[in-house]
């Protein structure tokens, strides 16, 4: 795939996240929305994603970085969940803290990458330094003024990427939820941040003295933006078409609170592993999502486009799956809504893309009236009304009430004899892209390769489709080849990719965080 970005210069000293410890919640030691009872402090430093969009390595061609809008960083409130247990994916919570004197988040200086913005704070706890040699671990959660509901002391930190969550929206009045990023370390996958004992401190000013101990937060959802080509015109021909409106389809609706990467010994295993991580980024570039391994009749498919401004950015929820599952009715996609010339409804018959208005349809239905229909070949006889054609868009089967004959109304097998024929109501059609990750960059497949079907056991295609948390997919139009179809078209249970296409589009994955 081919990553761009487009804002490296825009974000400046000036862009300062809309919260500050002034706008935090507050509340005591020990109340009733705090689980703190101890006299034990940590520093933290929580970093928001990221910053230095136009840094790119050799060899890393995922690591190219964006801000994106201000308010997709915004933090409204703020916890630090703590658990307690040997290792990560067994700890269970032991507290959660609601922050209440973080310091004003400030855009971080062009040397660190992954940063958009950084709050630290010093924190009570009830866990103490005894705590911490049995194996304490911290987790931050920002957006989430339902956190002491949703981080519960009975969860372990696997049933937080394990369990699905259909109720809970990952994007609110409240801000854009966000929780730990896991992090690449030197081969080992980790998203929990160890809390040592020598960062826990007796007194406030003791931890104020110190270190924070960093912690890399990522937003629990996708984006997607779309740029289209001006002046497009159907391929080899005249005919003007506008790109007016887009949504996506195939979209999540459960989804986990912290992203599991539970497969991650198995895709470093794979050919061409790196592209699962960065050793430069420290990033994690795959996740596991509720209904990987498995269809899903609980996707919102998307029948109606939604009617907003072409530039606004979307937001869906995590969508992976393993190459097994990596078909149309699976994948999230995007949806475009054209306008074809003038934006006067038309129609095509058959197969042929050719297009029809008005007048030019009653003709073509009395010629073909003529030449089908036994003892009814004069055609100044026959009289064709357009008003139950035009009504809907989408295949339509002629009716006897459709075609008269010398005054009278054919037979429902003289009006089968002419055909159907598909309706454009107001000269929409529609497009169809599904999302790539990968992409042809790191997982390339070219017309006439066979299609990966369920058989791929070096890995060569996991990952080419789908959309993960806190990544940024732009779908560029740059041409058209063919008159779409004249509704939204079902999903197809079919592989992603096929060997025909109706526009030409490439995706920018932009690397949101």
């Not at 957006?143 to 696997?158: G, I, V």
Request: charged share 20%.
């Amino acid at each position: 795939m081919y990553y761009k970005s487009f804002f490296a210069a825009v974000m400046s000293a000036m862009m300062l996240v809309g919260c500050s410890s002034d706008d935090m919640p507050q509340a005591a030691p020990g109340a009733d929305n705090s689980t703190s009872t101890g006299n034990s402090y940590v520093n933290i430093s929580i970093n928001l994603p990221t910053v230095n969009a136009g840094i790119a390595r050799a060899g890393q061609e995922n690591d190219q970085f964006d801000d994106g809008d201000q308010s997709e960083y915004a933090v409204t409130c703020a916890h630090l969940v703590v658990f307690k247990g040997a290792t990560e994916s067994g700890a269970t919570i032991s507290g959660v803290y609601p922050i209440d004197n973080l310091k004003p988040w400030n855009i971080s200086g062009t040397t660190t990458d992954n940063i958009t913005s950084t709050a630290q704070t010093v924190q009570q706890i009830s866990e103490t330094q005894a705590d911490a040699a049995k194996g304490l671990w911290m987790m931050i959660v920002l957006n989430d003024p339902d956190a002491l509901a949703h981080f519960t002391t009975d969860k372990t930190f696997n049933d937080l990427t394990t369990s699905a969550n259909s109720t809970y929206s990952m994007r609110s009045e409240k801000g854009f939820y966000m929780v730990n990023a896991p992090l690449y370390n030197k081969g080992v996958p980790q998203t929990l941040v160890k809390l040592d004992a020598t960062k826990i401190f007796n007194t406030a000013a003791e931890a104020s003295a110190k270190p924070a101990t960093d912690i890399y937060v990522e937003r629990g959802v996708a984006k997607v933006t779309v740029s289209v080509a001006s002046n497009l015109n159907i391929k080899d021909t005249d005919v003007k078409i506008n790109v007016a409106k887009w949504g996506l389809g195939v979209t999540n609706t459960k989804t986990y609170l912290v992203r599991n990467i539970s497969n991650y010994d198995k895709w470093a295993a794979l050919t061409n592993s790196s592209r699962f991580y960065s050793a430069t980024s420290n990033r994690i570039y795959w996740a596991v999502d509720p209904n990987y391994s498995e269809y899903s009749a609980d996707f919102d498919n998307l029948n109606t486009l939604p009617d907003v401004d072409i530039t606004e950015p979307a937001y869906c929820l995590e969508n992976t799956f393993n190459v097994a599952n990596m078909n149309q009715n699976q994948t999230t996609r995007v949806v475009f809504e054209a306008t074809v010339g003038d934006g006067e409804t038309f129609f095509t018959v058959g197969s042929s893309s050719k297009m029809y208005k008005d007048q030019d349809l009653v003709n073509l239905i009395i010629s073909q009236a003529v030449a089908c229909v036994d003892g009814k070949d004069s055609s100044d006889k026959y009289s064709v009304s357009l008003d139950d054609m035009k009504a809907n868009a989408g295949v339509y089967e002629l009716q006897i009430s459709d075609v008269t004959y010398d005054g009278e109304n054919l037979t429902g097998k003289e009006v089968a004899a002419i055909g159907s024929l598909d309706t454009y109501k107001g000269g929409a059609c529609y497009y169809v892209a599904r999302i790539q990750h990968f992409g042809d960059t790191y997982t390339p497949w070219s017309v006439g390769d066979d299609t990966y079907g369920d058989v791929d056991p070096s890995g060569k295609y996991l990952g080419r489709y789908g959309v993960v948390r806190n990544n940024w997919y732009e779908l560029s139009v740059t041409g058209v080849k063919a008159l779409g179809t004249s509704t939204v078209p079902d999903p197809k249970t079919t592989t992603d990719d096929e060997n025909e296409s109706f526009i030409n589009f490439s995706v920018n994955m932009h690397s949101w965080a």
